[in-house]
C-alpha cells in the first residue's frame, strides 16, 4: 500500500495489486430453440445457428407447420456433428415442452413466438433464476402518417407493411394513425390498393394474399371485426370481411378506437386497423399504454416533426423506421423490442453473445504464479491456459 496521491490530504491507504488474467468467451450450456410458423426456417436459424457457433449443444423444437423444410438440414447437423450436438423433437408443444424444461437441463431458452406461451414455459423450469433467455415475442407496430407525408411513398410502404406475408409478421404495421387532414386522401388510395392484391395459392405468379396456415385465425379475425362494427368501425374496402375457409380477403377497419379489442390486440393476419388523430399526444397515449414496444414507422417530410416523434418513440420502441415500413434486418442490425415484445437482443453479435459467458483465470503478477501459468501455457497442459487460439 501507499498513501493516497489524490491530493485531498486524507492520508487514506490504497492498496495497489496487479493481476494477470486470461479472458475467453464460452459455451452456456444446452439451449433449446423455438421457431415460428411464420418464418419456420429463418427464424429457427437466427438462435440455432449462433448457439452451436459458440460451442453449446441444442434441442431444435419444430414449428408445427413448417416442418418439412428442415429436412434437408438433418444430414448435414449428422455429418458436421458429433452425436448429441444437434437434437430435433416435433409433435405438439404443449406436449413435448412442458417435459423438458421441467428437467432443469436447459440453460438458454430461445424463443420466437408468443408472451403468453414463454411466460408459461419458463414457469416449467424447476429453477427460473438460472434460465437465461432470448425472446423475440409478439408487438403492435404503429405507422404514423403526418399532414405532410409523401402519400405516395407512405401508401405504398403502409400497404408492404401490413399485408406483406398475409400480415404475419412481427414486424408488420399493426395498426395506421392518420393525421385528420390527409386521412381521406390515404383512405382512398390505400384502400384501392388493398383491393388490387391478388388472391391465390403460393406458387402462382402475382399472388400477394395465400390462405393462412392456422386453421383457428380465421375465427379469431371475425371475432376482432364482429367487436369492432359492434362499437362502430366500418369495413372499408369492398373485399374486406370475405372468407373462404382459411383464405381471409384483406380487410381495412375504419374508424377504430381504444373501446376495440384490434386496438390493442395483435391480430397477426391480413386485417388493417385505421385511426384518424388530430393531435400528436394522442399517439403518445397510444404507446405508453400499450404492453408492446417493437417498431413504428413515421411518414414525414418536416425534419422538426421527425425530430420531435423520434425522441419520444425511441423511448418506447427499439426501432423507428423513417419513411418505410415496419421490418428487420439486415441482420448486423439489433433485433430486439421493449416491454412484452422481447428479451434479449438478436443480430450476428448480439446473438453470439446471448449464447455464451465470459471466463477467466486470474492471478497476482508475482513471480511464483508468472512462472505456473507460464509453464502451463508452454506445454500445453491446459485446454483453456493456452494463447494459440485462432479466433
Not at 33 to 52: K, M, Q, S, V
Not at 55 to 69: A, D, E, F, I, Q
Request: charged share 20%; aromatic share 8%.
Amino acid at each position: 500500500g501507499r498513501y493516497c496521491d489524490c491530493g485531498c490530504g486524507c492520508g487514506c491507504h490504497v492498496l495497489i495489486v496487479c493481476v494477470v488474467y486470461l479472458t475467453l468467451v464460452l459455451y452456456v450450456g444446452v439451449v433449446l430453440c423455438l421457431g415460428p410458423f411464420n418464418y419456420p426456417f429463418n427464424e429457427t436459424y437466427t438462435t440455432l445457428i449462433p448457439a452451436i457457433l459458440m460451442g453449446n449443444t441444442v434441442v431444435m423444437k419444430l414449428p408445427r407447420t413448417g416442418v418439412l423444410c428442415h429436412f434437408p438440414t438433418f444430414d448435414l447437423f449428422k455429418d458436421c456433428f458429433p452425436k448429441g450436438v444437434v437434437n430435433v423433437v416435433s409433435g405438439s408443444g404443449r406436449e413435448t415442452l412442458p417435459p423438458i424444461m421441467a428437467t432443469g437441463k436447459i440453460d438458454v431458452f430461445a424463443f420466437i413466438g408468443t408472451s403468453s406461451a414463454a411466460d408459461s414455459l419458463q414457469k416449467e423450469h424447476p429453477k427460473p433464476h438460472r434460465l437465461r433467455v432470448v425472446l423475440g415475442l409478439e408487438a403492435k407496430n404503429p405507422a404514423i402518417v403526418l399532414p405532410d407525408a409523401n402519400l405516395e411513398v407512405a401508401v405504398r410502404e403502409c400497404l408492404l407493411g401490413s399485408l406483406s406475408f398475409n400480415g404475419q409478421r412481427c414486424t408488420a404495421i399493426k395498426i395506421i394513425f392518420l393525421h385528420k387532414d390527409i386521412s381521406e386522401k390515404f383512405r382512398a388510395r390505400f384502400i384501392e390498393e388493398v383491393d388490387k392484391l391478388k388472391m391465390g395459392l403460393p406458387w402462382e405468379a402475382g399472388v400477394a394474399i395465400t390462405p393462412l396456415p392456422e386453421a383457428n385465425k380465421p375465427n379469431y379475425l371475425t371475432e376482432l371485426i364482429t367487436d369492432a362494427e359492434a362499437k362502430g368501425a366500418k369495413i372499408v374496402n369492398k373485399r374486406g370481411g370475405k372468407q373462404d375457409r382459411t383464405f381471409v380477403a384483406p380487410t381495412v377497419l375504419f374508424p377504430v378506437d381504444k373501446t376495440m379489442r384490434v386496438y390493442h390486440e395483435e391480430q397477426f393476419g391480413p386485417l388493417v386497423p385505421i385511426k384518424n388523430f388530430e393531435k400528436i399526444e394522442e399517439i403518445y397515449e397510444y404507446l405508453d399504454s400499450s404492453p408492446y414496444g417493437q417498431q413504428a414507422a413515421i411518414f414525414t417530410r418536416d425534419p422538426n416533426a421527425a425530430s420531435t416523434l423520434v425522441d419520444v418513440l425511441v423511448n418506447q420502441v427499439s426501432r423507428v423506421n423513417l419513411n418505410s415500413q415496419c421490418q428487420r434486418g439486415p441482420d448486423s442490425l439489433p433485433f430486439t423490442g421493449r416491454k412484452d415484445s422481447a428479451y434479449g437482443t438478436l443480430s450476428v453479435g448480439d446473438a453470439l453473445r446471448s449464447f455464451s459467458i465470459r471466463s477467466l483465470v486470474a492471478a497476482k503478477d508475482e513471480k511464483e504464479s508468472q512462472e505456473l501459468v507460464s509453464t502451463i501455457v508452454a506445454e500445453h497442459k491446459s485446454n483453456f491456459l493456452r494463447l494459440d487460439y485462432l479466433f
